[in-house]
């Protein structure tokens, strides 16, 4: 069945006096163009979780709804991602100044900083001290952190929360390394 | 004509709402003796009547099924606020079905006050499913749980709750011991667990329990322990550190547990801890690993839903194993990356097709389809009654010879003959149609995105496919002349959705004027659509 015979038997329920003139007139752009509301979220989002970087089809544009997976599944997917990246528990390295190799925790398994440098004090035998807001560490040594920028940081400046989401790997110096610098 | 009683009696053995509606359609006596004696009601489209007219027209409903928005609403299509209030039914039913036991809602928006009203008016209540819907929180829950004294099933299928406390499960009271089916598996945050423990192990006849991803791997065998009549459990989160006693008290759980068919959960899979599973695979009807990423199911069941990982090795696998194998649902890993790490391909489902013959029903995501495929698929599968095909990528043709889908999908429709739902994707063009609207005489529900190149398309679909009731349309190039062509076909459907398609406002107007059975209704999120030109578009 072609258009002309279409147009010959049809039975319309048209406008009166209207013709095809609107169809000449509207925009016939393929439908795929059409994207008003598409976004390219993806892009960002995505390479902060990794830290790495991805191919570049990832920073295309983004069809409203489309594939049609539903939103707690894709969250799910996502949400995923985050944790397998850090394993099951989030586990960083621990260097210590003269070991010769380094050990792991699991910085999950910690509520705060105290319970923090109690277990490292244990694992490595040294004695950190307390923490103060003034003068950081009264000991030998002075527990830091590489954060999500590469900086080294005095563990404990931050809030508890915060410094999970942003340390990256630990490491104990000696306190007159840390003075130096 | 028998009497009344006998009448009634063969009635009674009508469970289907089809036969029910035909057989109130055959005379006034029918009529009459039908309504007093449906005792449940389904309505499709929340919008198509009113309450009050369900409840002057079946005076006896024990059960109430609704749904609301259209399915489009899963994909963020449909603006917030649109509608699908359960509220003006829930206060109906209040006055007018004071013995209501059931309830049953789909994509509907649930006010805590309208769980508060159902907890508080029916003193037989006994079910409640909610599913994808949303508007509650955990205090309405909490209602229900006070409340019900004999609720048998609270269901929250994929429903967004907002989550306030964990304790609205300490609100049964420990005389509370009928429940049957527990799913709140969409809940994001914990709940009390020595509330669930308490719950499950004064429930004796529970059925179906289905977790959430915050109770841990640890616990589960606890929750087990208790409940070894289990048909259907969903796993919390199955990630652990390695443990031989968590292990072996896990495997002994699973192992009591003689009756159980369908597993689900499995969130954050620790792989290791997959073979606890082994004991109860040969019973299992329905496994559900679609939120592991795990490869190798070697597990025997009838429906089986995963996520691409699977890859087409796992699935070659599954064709040689799973031999009564029905449902196959393979979702995508990563639905938004252009080039997937994934190995699967429509390779894995044409394997499938190939060894499972009972296959009937199909959701596969992928990234490659070829008319060849689908139409040995076809060839191996004619039982087929449901297939959904999502190709990741928009408008893709076919990857072997650059041609249009059309082929590969009318094979699909010619030869399965019994399809009754259909979703296609890649590159067709109004020939796809023109099979379809030829073939797909059984045709319920279609589904169309980004396809077809004229208003023919939509006249082949519209004209041709006698038992279509269900239409979703997105962003094809089809407008006015097809649908008011065919106007009086959609009158027999329950739902058509179009949206950035070319439809006119002035066309949905006339339609409307035209057609005053039908409800035409305009989403579009522009301020002055009235000052448009009759001929613009509309969302």
Redo the contacts between chains.
């Keep these: 069945?072609d258009?002309i015979n279409?147009e010959a038997t049809?039975?319309?329920?048209?406008?009166p006096g209207?013709t095809d003139e609107?169809?000449k007139?509207?925009?016939?752009s393929?439908?795929?163009t059409?994207n008003k509301r598409s976004s390219s979220e993806?892009g960002s989002s995505v390479s902060d979780e990794t830290g790495s970087s991805?191919?570049p089809?990832?920073a295309?544009a983004?069809?409203?709804?489309?594939?049609?997976?539903?939103?707690?599944?894709?969250n799910?997917?996502q949400g995923?991602k985050s944790?397998s990246e850090s394993g099951?528990?989030m586990y960083v390295k621990v260097s210590m100044v003269g070991a010769p190799y380094l050990r792991k925790v699991d910085l999950k398994v910690y509520k705060s900083y105290d319970e923090l440098l109690k277990g490292l004090q244990d694992m490595f035998k040294c004695n950190i001290g307390l923490y103060s807001e003034k003068e950081g560490y009264k000991s030998e040594f002075a527990p830091t952190y590489e954060d999500k920028d590469g900086d080294w940081m005095l563990l404990g400046d931050v809030p508890w929360d915060m410094f999970l989401t942003s340390c990256r790997r630990l490491r104990i110096m000696k306190s007159c390394e840390v003075i130096e610098s | 004509m028998f009497p009344e009683e006998v009448l009634e009696h063969v009635f009674s053995f009508l469970t289907s709402h089809t036969d029910r509606n035909s057989v109130s359609l055959v005379c006034k006596t029918w009529y009459e003796m039908e309504r007093w004696c449906r005792k449940r009601v389904f309505i499709g489209n929340c919008y198509a009547v009113n309450p009050k007219v369900i409840i002057k027209r079946f005076p006896e409903v024990k059960g109430v099924e609704l749904k609301g928005k259209p399915h489009f609403a899963d994909f963020n299509l449909v603006p917030e606020g649109w509608g699908g209030f359960v509220w003006p039914w829930v206060v109906e039913f209040a006055k007018g079905y004071p013995w209501l036991e059931e309830i049953r809602l789909k994509r509907m928006v649930v006010s805590d006050e309208c769980l508060e009203i159902v907890a508080k008016s029916f003193s037989k209540f006994r079910v409640l499913v909610l599913e994808s819907c949303d508007g509650f929180s955990t205090d309405g829950l909490a209602s229900i749980a006070s409340h019900c004294r004999n609720l048998r099933v609270l269901d929250l299928r994929e429903c967004e709750v907002e989550e306030l406390s964990g304790h609205w499960l300490s609100h049964f009271p420990d005389s509370f011991t009928s429940l049957e089916v527990l799913n709140i598996a969409c809940l994001g945050s914990e709940v009390s667990f020595s509330a669930l423990e308490r719950l499950v192990a004064r429930s004796p006849k529970l059925k179906t329990l289905r977790l959430n991803r915050t109770v841990p791997l640890e616990k589960l065998s606890t929750l087990l322990q208790r409940a070894p009549q289990l048909i259907d459990f969903g796993t919390g989160s199955y990630s652990a550190e390695i443990r031989s006693d968590v292990y072996s008290s896990l495997k002994d759980a699973f192992s009591s547990c003689k009756n159980l068919k369908s597993l689900s959960g499995f969130w954050d899979v620790t792989p290791a801890y997959l073979p606890v599973v082994h004991s109860v695979c040969s019973q299992l009807t329905s496994l559900n690993l679609s939120y592991a990423s795990t490869q190798s199911p070697e597990l025997t069941k009838i429906r089986l839903v995963v996520l691409d990982c699977i890859e087409d090795t796992g699935l070659n696998t599954v064709s040689m194993t799973c031999k009564d194998l029905r449902e196959l649902v393979v979702f995508p890993s990563e639905p938004f990356v252009g080039d997937a790490e994934v190995q699967l391909t429509e390779q894995g489902l044409v394997s499938v097709s190939q060894g499972c013959s009972k296959l009937q029903s199909v959701l596969y995501f992928c990234r490659q389809m070829s008319n060849s495929a689908l139409i040995s698929i076809s060839k191996n599968r004619p039982n087929l009654t449901c297939f959904r095909l999502c190709i990741i990528e928009p408008t893709v043709p076919d990857y072997l010879t650059l041609e249009p889908l059309d082929v590969g999908f009318g094979s699909i429709v010619e030869n399965c003959k019994q399809l009754t739902r259909l979703s296609m994707s890649g590159l067709l063009t109004d020939r796809v149609f023109e099979y379809i609207g030829t073939h797909a005489k059984n045709l319920d529900m279609l589904s169309i995105a980004f396809a077809g190149d004229s208003d023919l398309g939509l006249h082949h679909v519209l004209s041709g496919c006698d038992s279509l009731r269900k239409l979703e349309i997105r962003d094809c190039p089809f407008g006015d002349k097809a649908l008011l062509a065919n106007a009086s076909k959609l009158e027999k459907m329950r739902s058509l959705w179009m949206s950035s398609c070319l439809v006119s406002f002035g066309a949905c107007k006339l339609l409307g004027q035209k057609m005053p059975g039908l409800n035409v209704e305009v989403i579009d999120e522009r301020e002055n659509l009235n000052s448009l030109p009759e001929y613009a578009p509309v969302e």
């Design positions: 069945m258009l279409f049809e039975l319309r329920l048209g406008l209207s609107w169809d007139k509207s925009t016939a393929p439908v795929n059409n993806m991805r191919s089809s990832l295309k983004q069809v409203v709804g489309w594939p049609p997976v539903r939103s707690y599944r894709k799910i997917i995923k944790e099951s528990g």
